[in-house]
């Protein structure tokens, strides 16, 4: 069976007191901070800690977006030499197709002091009914 006990109240719940930072101290000292937004507007040094925190990520974000547009800027830049160079190959690639056709090579076997035969060369056609035994 259960005991009869007395009823307690609740506790009442114990405030903690928020520590106070020393660098914010010395830096609203040195700073004034209470002279700047006046000294019953403590606003920047409650929220100092979230101010250097987008100062943070703001400095981050502008470095990144430096870093892109160089980037950026890098592959502009290597497209122009890409492009270059590609036309260059296109340009050695259809002189040497050239250059090999017999139209050039008399061109330049002449210069040496050589000459093309008069007769072509012959075709040899072999006739089905001789293949057969």
Same mark, same amino acid.
């Given at each position: 069976m259960a005991q009869n006990t007395y009823k307690r109240p609740p506790k009442a719940p114990i405030e903690k007191k928020k520590k106070e930072n020393r660098v914010l101290n010395y830096l609203n000292q040195t700073v004034g901070f209470d002279r700047l937004f006046g000294e019953? #507007?403590?606003?920047? !040094? =409650?929220h100092? /800690?979230?101010i250097m925190w987008i100062s943070? *990520? *703001?400095i981050v974000y502008i470095g990144f977006n430096h #870093?892109? /547009?160089r980037l950026v800027r890098n592959i502009q830049r290597v497209k122009a030499v890409v492009d270059e160079k590609r036309a260059k190959y296109t340009t050695l690639q259809a002189d040497f197709m050239k250059s090999g056709k017999q139209s050039e !090579?008399? =061109?330049h076997v002449i210069a040496t002091g050589l000459t093309e035969p008069?007769?072509?060369p012959l075709k040899i056609v072999v006739k089905? /009914?001789?293949t057969q035994p």
């Open positions: 019953d #507007n403590a606003w920047p !040094i =409650k100092f /800690e979230r943070f *990520l *703001l #870093n892109a /547009e !090579i008399s =061109k008069v007769t072509p089905q /009914e001789e």
